[in-house]
């Protein structure tokens, strides 16, 4: 596939570039899609949650009344789930959601991410650039000029840039990575795949080890 190279204004540079076809043109595996995600989003769960039951309610353990004759059902302390502010029956308790993918798994999860991208041309390749300083109103300038103010948007960058990275953190739809930081959740998470020009080579490098 060969994408024509914008600059960070836009326009067209005059130069296109053709994408790697094993790894933005190949047959998308959506069983390791789906794996690659399920892993990245249970990694990303802190396992924390806790509920106190019975045994840790701080009330009293008498007997709130008789065994029998009151015509209702038994009843012991007042830490039975079965009462208000009772113990919970079968809480959350703290655990660990990690789990591990085959790294062979994981390229072919992402290859077949960035292949959908293309096949949608949801992907721009832009020339290599960066802000004199960290300025988020420079970062929406940038996603204007490429009409996509109201896009989730991708950025993938060679390596990392304080300036453009800074620029886009208080932009709830933007995000920037580096090459190196590619996920399958993040490419199929935005809208728009925006890459440097520069991160092609790196991608490539990374998938194709």
Known sequence: MELV?????????????TLAEDIFNVEPNDHAIYLD??????NQRQGTH???ER??????????????GTGGARAGSVKSPLFRKGGRAFGPRPRDYHFKLNKKLKVVARKSALSYKATEANISVISDFTFQSPKTKDYITFLNSLSLQDKKTLLIISQVDDNVI???R????????????ITTYDVLNADKLLIAEGSLEKISNILNK
């Open 37 to 42: 995600i399920k892993s990245y989003l249970a």
């Open 166 to 168: 800074l620029s886009s």
């Open 55 to 68: 045994a840790e309610v701080a009330f009293s353990t008498k007997k709130i009344k008789k065994q029998k």
């Open 5 to 17: 190279v914008l600059d960070n204004t836009g326009k067209d540079t005059g130069r296109k570039i």
């Open 50 to 52: 806790k509920s106190k």
């Open 170 to 181: 208080n932009l709830s739809r933007a995000k920037v990575i580096t090459a190196d930081q």
